[in-house]
Nanobody, 122 residues
């Protein structure tokens, strides 16, 4: 069984920063691709970023490229999402996910966290 627990969400003004964390327990962390998705009310879950098991390959959605940075610390079984220059349109529930591929589609991921709310005020 794999469990993912996100933390670090909150309320921030536009232009501010937040760092999200996702701690994984259960099966070996290092074998999974880890991703961040987000979902706003009335919208589908949207890809944000994904990193390979070693962390040497990372991809981002165009909407966050240059502002968000994803990283992982395999010694701590944790992935991070550093979010800078936040915009009101970044407001969403952010989910951590684990799966076997470096994918950008939610259905490719087997395990999900409960989500953490990020609210960016204008």
């Amino acid at each position: 069984q794999v469990q993912l627990v996100e933390s670090g969400g909150g309320l921030v003004q536009a232009g501010g920063s937040l760092r999200l964390s996702c701690a994984k327990s259960g099966r070996t962390f290092i074998t999974y691709h880890m991703a961040w998705f987000r979902q706003s009310p009335g919208k589908e879950r949207e890809f944000v970023a994904v990193t390979s098991p070693s962390g040497d390959s990372t991809r981002y959605a165009d909407s966050v490229k240059g502002r968000f940075t994803m990283s992982r610390d395999n010694s701590k079984n944790t992935v991070y999402l550093q979010m800078n220059s936040l915009k009101p349109e970044d407001t969403a529930v952010y989910y951590c996910a684990a799966g076997p591929y470096l994918g950008q589609v939610a259905s490719q991921y087997h395990y999900w966290g409960q989500g953490t709310q990020v609210t960016v005020s204008s």
